[in-house]
């Protein structure tokens, strides 16, 4: 056998895939993300990635009104996570929720090779995941949750779910964005873990709940919060360019910059930056701007590194006046569709996936019995 060993599994191509591609700019499904951003909604884009084509308007109207139908058993799903300790981090909320949204849905059982089965668990899923963030969120301060409003769009329900207030149009756009950008990125850390899953012919919701613990990790979707604590520690924009040329020189990780793929741009960070610049205009935050324009160029010129999606997401959440604590959750608000639409993928063309191991531990040595040891 020839040895191939990559660590990290950088560069390796482990998989085919059409639901999107990071060669020559980010497309899903053959479309420019920018171009999605711009014109669609995260729900035609979460159409878009699930189905494999944008939705006519009568199709639109078919998948919300399956996406709706799983707000009911949010009750319940929340009820059962009313017993976990108050202090327990969202992100573990998340996954234990998504674990028991699996008991409510009366499909669960049915396998991938049943018609719309997984389709049907990921439209569960994204009708209760932002009922659970909120209601987590809100039960940990005392307050009670509202409910949808199936008027409203799925961004401007997520904003007002968790803050108890309804967005402007610009907040509105703004987190659609963010959730338009969030949702798909091929063969990411998390994604791959969800394929990984599917592969051995297990559920769609094992493959989520797995994708959700290794989304959680600071080097992948975990980011996004390290980012605000980064940009608060700077405290002042007079403060940044010392700041990081300190940091830099302890051969610190600057959290929000780096990526495995994009090596030059992040054109998904590109085009948040926009969105945060409106945003921080309205709120009289331009200094946060200012702030992270100084590291931006410092961390670019001394290591060319660019900013990723987190570094310009965790400032557009701030402005949004969402806590620190959910940014990592409200990934994976979004990216359940990328992994549901992974998941159906490895499940339509699967093969079991099991790589080898380079063995560098000891030589082959004799047992010896515990009586006998020193
Ligand atoms: N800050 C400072 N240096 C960084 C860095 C960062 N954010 N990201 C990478 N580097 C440096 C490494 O120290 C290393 O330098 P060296 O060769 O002098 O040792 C070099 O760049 C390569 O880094 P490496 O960790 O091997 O690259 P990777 O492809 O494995 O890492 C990330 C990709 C995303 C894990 C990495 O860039 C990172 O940790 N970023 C911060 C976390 C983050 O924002 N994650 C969200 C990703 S979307």
Redesign the pocket.
């Known amino acids: 056998m020839t040895e191939h060993y990559a660590p990290?599994l950088?560069g390796v191509i482990a998989g085919e895939t059409a639901i999107s591609t990071v060669e020559g700019g980010l497309r899903y499904r053959g479309y420019a993300v920018e171009e999605l951003a711009a014109e669609s909604t995260f729900i035609e884009v979460a159409y878009l990635l699930l189905k494999g084509e944008l939705p006519t308007q009568e199709d639109l109207a078919d998948f919300e009104a399956v996406l709706d139908e799983s707000v009911d058993s949010a009750v319940e799903i929340c009820d059962l996570l009313s017993q976990i300790p108050v202090h327990t981090p969202v992100m573990d909320v998340m996954r234990t929720g998504i674990s028991i949204a699996a008991h409510y849905d009366p499909h669960a059982e049915d396998d991938h090779d049943h018609a719309d089965a997984d389709l049907n668990k990921a439209l569960h899923l994204m009708g209760v995941i932002p009922l659970i963030l909120a209601f987590w969120h809100r039960h940990t301060q005392g307050l009670e949750l509202g409910e949808p409003d199936p008027e409203r769009s799925y961004a401007a329900n997520l904003l007002s779910l968790i803050t108890g207030k309804v967005p402007t149009s610009l907040e509105e756009k703004a987190m659609d964005v963010s959730l338009i950008l969030y949702a798909e990125h091929e063969f990411n850390a998390s994604t791959f873990t969800a394929r990984v899953v599917t592969s051995t012919g297990s559920d769609l919701y094992s493959a989520i709940v797995a994708a959700v613990g290794a989304l959680k990790g600071?080097?992948?979707?975990g980011?996004n919060e390290?980012?605000m604590a980064v940009l608060e520690e700077i405290g002042s924009a007079d403060r940044a360019e010392a700041w990081i040329r300190n940091a830099?020189a302890q051969?610190?990780?600057?959290?929000?910059?780096?990526?495995?793929v994009y090596k030059d741009c992040?054109p998904r960070a590109v085009y948040l930056k926009d969105y945060c610049g409106q945003l921080a205009e309205r709120r009289g935050r331009l200094e946060l701007e200012q702030r992270a324009e100084i590291i931006e160029q410092i961390?670019w010129n001394e290591?060319k590194?660019p900013p990723?999606?987190?570094?310009p997401s965790a400032r557009l959440y701030h402005y949004l006046g969402l806590d620190v604590p959910i940014y990592t959750p409200l990934f994976v608000v979004s990216r359940v569709v990328g992994w549901s639409a992974h998941v159906i993928e490895q499940s339509r063309d699967n093969r079991l996936i099991r790589p080898r191991s380079r063995y560098i531990g000891a030589e082959p040595r004799a047992y010896v019995p515990l009586s006998e040891r020193d």
Do not use: I, T, Y
Not at 218 to 221: A, D, E, R, S, W
Not at 251 to 260: L, Q, S
């Open positions: 990290g950088e600071p080097l992948h979707g980011a390290q980012v830099l051969k610190r990780r600057v959290m929000g910059f780096g990526h495995r992040d961390v290591k590194l990723n999606l987190d570094w």
